[in-house]
C-alpha cells in the first residue's frame, strides 16, 4: 500500500518495452530453475507436436509429391517455388493476400481500438455487449462466408438485392466485380475478427496499472493527452500482439472466399490459402502445397518482423530510451 | 476511471448498442432461417416476414445426433483450453521474466509455430496420428489444437505479464513467498483479463476450428464445427439446418463470454490486491 | 436424449410401414442374419440419397443383422478424408460413395476393391441386364474393371418453365442453336425475367456446368488420343455461346452462383430453363422448397444441330475400402446388393433418393405416379454419356484450370481462345 503511494510515478520508468534486453540484476540460480521448468512443459510439447509435421511439410515442398500418384515422386529442388512464381495467378494471389491483409489488420485495428475504449469502463452492460460481439467469431468461417454469399446476391439477396436495383455497386453484385470482390471480403473479415482484436486490446487495457492512470488523471491531463501519453505508449505490447495475430490469420484467409467467390472473378480475390487448400486437399499435390503454405511462412515472418520494427521504434520515440 | 458525466456513459452506450446490433444483424439473419418454411428463405424481392415453423429444427434431429455433436464440441474446447492453458501461462510468465538472452528466441520460436499454415503440417499429423492410434479420437484435435493454442497463449500471456511491473512479485518473493506462490498469488491474480482473454481465445478458436477436427474426427467424435458444413451439399445449401445447428453452436459461447466476463475487471493497481 | 430416440422411432417406424417390399428382401437373405455383429461405416456424399441411406440402415439390420452407420459430408470433406483415409491406410470407411469422376484416380490407385469378379459371379442376383449399360460402365468400370458399384444415377436434364413457354409460345428446345434463341426470347430484365441460368462461380461450379453444354455443342475435353484439347475450335466457339448467355439471357448474379446459387434462382422463378441433375427435379413441384410448383417441365437437354444425340449422365457408384480385412469386404459387398437390389432400389428412389438406374424402374407405376419425368431420364441413359467429363486421374485439375478459364472469360477478362490456349497449356504440363 504505502509502497504505491510512494512510487506513483515510478511504474513509467518501469514500463515494460519491446526492447526486452533490459540489464540483468544479480538473479538467484533457484530463479533461474524455476523459469526454466515453467518453460519447459510449453517449449518440448511444442517441439514435439509442431515441429516434426513442420519440418516434413519442408522436406515434402522439395519433391513433386502428390499423394494420388505416389509413383511420380521425384526430388525436383526448388522447382515448386519456382512454379509459384512463374504462375500468374499464384502471382496475384499474392499480391491478393497482402492487399487483403494490410487493408483488413489496419481497419480493424482502428475499430477495435475505438470498440475497447468505448467497452473499457466497468459495467454490467459493457460484459453483456462483449459477450454478444464476441458471436461473429463463434461462427466456422464457411458458414460466414455462405452467410454473407446468401445477402450479397444480386438476384435474391436481401442485402444485395435492393444494392443492386438502387444502382448501388455493379448490377451483377459486389461480389462478381473484380474491382468490389476483394473489398467485399475484407469487410466481411473485419466483421468477424474486430471483436477478437477489440478484445486483445480490451484485456491489455485492463491490464494497465490504475494508479498510473490516476495520475494522469491527478495532473490533470485532458482526456486526449490522457490516450497520447499514457494509454497508447503503455499498450503497444497489446497493439503488438494483436498486430500480429490478426496478421498471420488474415494472411492465411481461406475459408470465406472459398465459399463466395471461389477466387474469382477471374483470380480477382484469389489467395495463398485457397490456392494451398485446393492443390493440398483436392489434389492432394503435398509438393507443392507444402511450398506455397511455406512461403506464406515467410511472407508472415517478415511482416512480423517489420511490425516489431516499426512497435519497438514508435517506443522509443514515445517512451524514450 | 470514477467521476464521468452521465452523458458521456449515455453517449458510449448507445455506441455500443448500435455497433452490437449492426454487428448481429447477418447472425440474426442465419438463426431465423431455423424458423423459417424452406421456401421463405428467400424471395424475390427479399421480405424479412416468416410463418415461424420449428420444422427445421425436428429435422437436425432427425439427421444428427446434436447431443453428441454437442459433447464433442464441448470436450475438444474444454480440452484444449486447458491444456494450453497449462502449458502457456507459465511459460509466458517464464520469458517474461527471464533474463536469459534465450528468452526472446524462445519467444519468437513460439510466434513461428503459430503462423504455420494448417495445410502444412495437416498430412504429416495425420499420418502421425494414425501410428500411435489417436486417429477418430478427440484426443488427436486436442492436441493439435493446444499446440497452436499454446503458442498463442504464450505469446499473449509473454505480452501481458512484461506489461506488469515486477516489483509485487519481487516484494513476495522477498517477505518468503515460494516461487510458486509468487506465480500463483501474485503475477497470475494481476493478469486476470489477460488469462480470461486467452480463455475466450483458446475456446472460440477450438470452437470453431473444422479443418482438424474434419481430417481427425469420425462419425462419433465430430463435433458441431464439422456438422454445420453437412449442410454445405454440393446441389443445394439447407439453410434451415445451417441456422438451426448454429443455435449450438452459438449459444453456448456466448453464455460462456456472459460468465467469464464478469472476472474481465480492471487489473490490479500497483500492489494491492 | 429421450427425445431424439423417440423421434428416430417415429421415423424408423414410417419407413417400415412403407416397406413390405424390404421384408420380401430378408427373406433372400436366409433368417439367420449372417452378419450379425459386423458394423460397416459408410462415407456418404450429402446429396438427397444419403439422408436416404441412413433412413435404410436400420431395415440393413433387419435383413442382415450388421449395423450401418452413415456418414453424411459434403464433398470438400468426402474427397479429402476418403483420400486420407485411403492413402493413410487408416480402414476408416468400410464403404465409399465414388463421384463418377474418381474413378480414374480411384483405379490407378487401386483404392478400392476390384469387384469384377463379383458382379459376374452375382450377375444374376444383381439382375445386370436391368441396369443401364451406360451406368454400369461410367459409374463402376474404369478400363473395364468394377472399381465400383452404381447406385446412385443422375440424368443432366433441361428444366424448364411451362408457364413462361406457353405464354411464348415456344416449344420446348430441341438443338442448342433453339434454345439460344428461346433464352433470348424470354429474357426481360425490366420483369426480372431471364431465359437461362448456369453456375457461373470459378472452380468446380463454372467448369462442369461449362463442360455440359460444351459436349452438347459437340466440343471435348479430351482428343481423339486421350489428352487434353481443350483449346479446340470447337470448345473455344461453345465457349464463346456461352459467355453470350451469360451475358445476354442469364440473371446478373450468375456469374457468382455455385450449385446452390442457381438452384434457388430457378426455384425463386426468375429463369426459364437450367440444365440441371434430375435428382433435383421432384424438388421443384414440392411446395415446401419451391416457389415455382405446378410450372416447371422436365425434357431432354438440347443438342447442337448435326451433332449426334448423347445427353450427359452423373451420379455416384458404391466403393469398398481395399484397405479393410476380407470379412468387411464380404459384408460391403451384400449391402451394396442389397441396396441395389429391385425392391430396395425401387424404395430407396421412392423416398427420395432421385437415384433411378434401372430399366425396369422407368415403367414401374408406383415410381411412375410419383416422377412423371422419368421417360425423359430414360432417354437420356439410353443415349448417355457418362465421359463429358473425362474420368482420367487428372481429372480435378483439369476441372479446376477449366474453372479459372472459364469464369475469366464470362467475367470479361479474357477471350475464349487465348484463355483456352492458356488452359491448354497448363494441362498439358500435368501429363
Request: charged content about 15%; some cysteine; overall charge negative.
Amino acid at each position: 500500500m504505502s509502497q504505491t503511494s510512494s512510487t506513483g510515478v515510478q511504474p513509467r520508468t518501469q514500463t515494460p518495452r519491446l526492447g526486452w534486453l533490459s540489464r540483468p540484476r544479480s538473479f538467484t540460480d533457484s530463479r533461474r530453475f524455476f523459469l526454466f521448468f515453467m518453460a519447459a512443459p510449453a517449449v518440448l510439447y511444442v517441439l514435439i507436436v509442431g515441429v516434426w509435421p513442420l519440418a516434413q511439410g519442408f522436406w515434402y515442398s522439395f519433391f513433386r509429391y502428390n499423394l494420388i500418384r505416389p509413383a511420380r515422386t521425384k526430388f525436383i529442388g526448388l522447382d515448386n517455388y519456382i512454379a509459384i512464381f512463374e504462375d500468374r495467378g499464384a502471382r496475384q494471389a499474392i499480391l491478393n493476400t497482402f492487399q487483403f491483409t494490410l487493408t483488413s489488420v489496419s481497419l480493424q485495428l482502428f475499430f477495435g481500438f475505438c470498440l475497447a475504449m468505448l467497452l473499457w469502463r466497468d459495467s454490467r452492460f459493457n460484459r453483456i455487449a462483449l459477450a454478444f460481439l464476441l458471436i461473429p467469431a463463434t461462427i466456422t468461417p464457411l458458414v460466414v462466408g455462405l452467410i454473407y454469399k446468401a445477402l450479397l446476391g444480386a438476384d435474391y439477396g436481401l442485402i444485395g438485392y435492393y444494392l443492386a436495383n438502387a444502382g448501388i455497386g455493379p448490377r451483377t453484385g459486389l461480389l462478381t466485380d473484380s474491382g468490389t470482390a476483394l473489398w467485399v471480403l475484407i469487410l466481411i473479415d473485419c466483421w468477424e475478427w474486430t471483436p477478437l482484436m477489440a478484445l486483445i486490446l480490451l484485456a491489455g487495457l485492463k491490464s494497465l496499472p490504475a494508479d498510473v492512470l490516476e495520475a494522469g488523471r491527478a495532473d490533470g491531463a485532458t482526456a486526449w493527452q490522457r490516450f497520447t501519453l499514457i494509454v497508447l505508449p503503455l499498450m503497444l505490447p497489446s497493439i503488438f500482439l494483436a498486430l500480429v495475430l490478426r496478421t498471420m490469420d488474415a494472411f492465411r484467409v481461406f475459408d470465406s472466399v472459398f465459399v463466395t467467390t471461389g477466387g474469382g472473378p477471374n483470380d480477382a480475390t484469389n489467395t495463398l490459402m485457397v490456392l494451398a487448400v485446393k492443390e493440398g486437399l483436392q489434389f492432394f499435390n503435398i509438393g507443392y502445397a507444402s511450398a506455397i503454405g511455406n512461403i506464406t511462412i515467410l511472407f508472415i515472418a517478415c511482416m512480423a518482423a517489420v511490425l516489431l520494427l516499426v512497435v519497438r521504434r514508435a517506443d522509443v520515440r514515445i517512451n524514450g530510451k | 476511471m470514477a467521476q464521468v458525466s452521465g452523458r458521456q456513459v449515455f453517449a458510449e452506450r448507445t455506441a455500443v448498442l448500435l455497433i452490437t446490433i449492426v454487428m448481429l444483424l447477418p447472425v440474426v439473419w442465419l438463426i431465423t432461417t431455423a424458423y423459417k418454411p424452406s421456401n421463405q428463405i428467400f424471395s424475390i424481392p427479399p421480405r424479412l416476414d416468416f410463418q415461424p415453423t420449428l420444422d427445421q429444427f425436428r429435422n437436425i434431429f432427425g439427421y444428427f445426433d446434436v447431443v453428441s455433436l454437442l459433447r464433442s464440441s464441448v470436450a475438444i474446447s474444454a480440452g484444449t483450453t486447458v491444456l494450453s492453458l497449462l502449458l502457456g501461462v507459465p511459460c509466458g510468465y517464464a520469458l517474461a521474466r527471464s533474463r536469459s538472452r534465450y528468452a526472446t528466441g524462445f519467444a519468437y520460436f513460439f510466434l513461428a509455430i503459430r503462423m504455420v499454415p494448417a495445410i502444412a503440417s495437416l498430412i504429416p499429423f495425420y499420418l502421425m496420428m494414425r501410428d500411435i492410434g489417436l486417429l477418430g479420437s478427440w484426443w488427436a484435435v486436442v492436441i493439435i489444437n493446444t499446440m497452436l493454442n499454446c503458442a498463442f497463449v504464450t505469446w499473449m500471456m509473454f505480452s501481458y505479464f512484461r506489461a506488469l511491473p515486477r516489483d509485487m512479485e519481487e516484494a513476495a518473493l522477498t517477505d518468503g513467498c515460494t516461487q510458486l506462490g509468487a506465480f500463483f498469488k501474485v503475477a497470475v491474480p494481476a493478469a486476470r483479463s489477460g488469462i480470461i482473454a486467452c480463455v475466450l481465445f483458446c475456446v472460440m478458436f477450438s470452437w470453431n476450428d473444422f479443418l482438424y477436427p474434419m481430417f481427425l474426427t469420425t462419425l462419433d467424435s465430430k463435433p458441431l464445427s464439422v456438422a454445420l458444413l453437412t449442410a454445405y451439399g454440393t446441389k443445394d445449401i439447407t439453410w434451415g439446418s445451417l441456422g438451426a445447428l448454429a443455435h449450438f453452436s452459438t449459444i453456448p459461447i456466448v453464455l460462456m463470454a456472459l460468465f467469464l466476463n464478469r472476472y474481465f475487471v480492471q487489473g490490479a493497481t500497483n500492489g494491492v490486491q | 436424449m429421450t427425445k431424439i430416440a423417440n423421434f428416430r422411432l417415429s421415423k424408423t417406424t414410417s419407413v417400415l410401414g412403407a416397406s413390405l417390399l424390404a421384408l420380401l428382401a430378408t427373406t433372400a437373405y436366409g433368417q439367420d442374419k449372417p452378419l450379425a455383429g459386423v458394423t460397416l461405416t459408410l462415407a456418404s456424399q450429402n446429396d438427397q440419397f444419403g439422408a436416404v441411406l441412413a433412413k435404410l440402415a436400420p431395415e440393413f439390420k433387419e435383413a442382415t443383422g450388421a449395423d450401418l452407420k452413415v456418414e453424411i459430408m459434403d464433398y470438400g470433406t468426402l474427397l479429402t478424408k476418403t483420400t486420407a483415409d485411403f492413402v493413410g491406410d487408416t480402414k476408416g470407411y468400410d464403404l465409399v460413395t465414388m463421384d463418377i469422376v474418381w474413378a480414374g484416380a480411384y483405379a490407378e490407385n487401386q483404392y478400392s476393391v476390384d469387384l469384377t469378379d463379383w458382379v459376374k459371379r452375382d450377375a444374376a442376383e444383381l439382375e445386370l441386364d436391368d441396369i443401364y449399360p451406360v451406368i454400369l460402365e461410367s459409374l463402376g468400370q474404369y478400363d473395364g474393371k468394377y472399381v465400383a458399384f452404381p447406385f446412385a444415377a443422375y440424368a443432366n436434364v433441361l428444366a424448364y418453365r411451362k408457364d413462361l413457354f406457353e405464354a411464348a409460345g415456344l416449344d420446348v428446345p430441341k438443338t442448342m442453336e433453339e434454345m439460344v434463341a428461346d433464352a433470348k426470347t424470354l429474357t426481360d430484365p425490366a420483369k426480372n425475367q431471364y431465359g437461362f441460368v448456369a453456375n457461373g462461380q470459378m472452380g468446380a461450379a463454372v467448369a462442369q456446368d461449362w463442360m455440359q453444354y460444351n459436349s452438347q455443342m459437340g466440343g471435348s475435353i479430351l482428343g481423339a488420343d486421350g489428352m487434353p484439347a481443350l483449346n479446340s475450335p470447337e470448345n473455344v466457339k461453345s465457349l464463346a455461346v456461352y459467355k453470350e448467355l451469360f451475358a445476354d439471357t442469364a440473371p446478373p448474379g450468375a456469374i457468382e452462383y455455385d450449385w446452390g446459387g442457381r438452384e434457388e434462382s430457378f426455384r425463386q422463378g426468375i429463369a426459364a430453363m437450367m440444365q440441371t441433375w434430375s435428382v433435383g427435379a421432384p424438388g421443384y413441384s414440392d411446395p415446401a422448397i419451391s416457389n415455382v410448383v405446378g410450372k416447371v417441365g422436365i425434357a431432354t437437354a438440347p443438342v447442337g444441330e448435326g451433332v449426334a444425340p448423347e445427353y450427359g449422365v452423373g451420379g455416384w457408384g458404391m466403393a469398398i475400402n481395399a484397405d479393410v480385412d476380407a470379412k468387411q469386404q464380404e459384408a460391403a459387398w451384400t449391402f451394396i446388393k442389397w441396396l441395389v437390389s429391385k425392391p430396395i432400389h425401387k424404395e430407396f428412389n421412392l423416398d427420395g433418393a432421385g437415384s433411378f438406374m434401372r430399366i425396369s424402374q422407368m415403367t414401374d407405376p408406383d415410381l411412375l405416379a410419383k416422377f412423371d419425368f422419368l421417360p425423359v431420364i430414360a432417354t437420356t441413359y439410353e443415349n448417355g454419356n457418362g465421359d463429358y467429363r473425362p474420368r482420367i486421374p487428372e481429372y480435378p485439375e483439369i476441372q479446376d484450370i477449366l474453372g479459372s478459364a472459364v469464369n475469366a472469360v464470362l467475367s470479361g477478362a479474357v477471350e475464349p481462345q487465348a484463355a483456352l490456349d492458356e488452359a491448354q497449356a497448363k494441362a498439358e504440363e500435368l501429363f
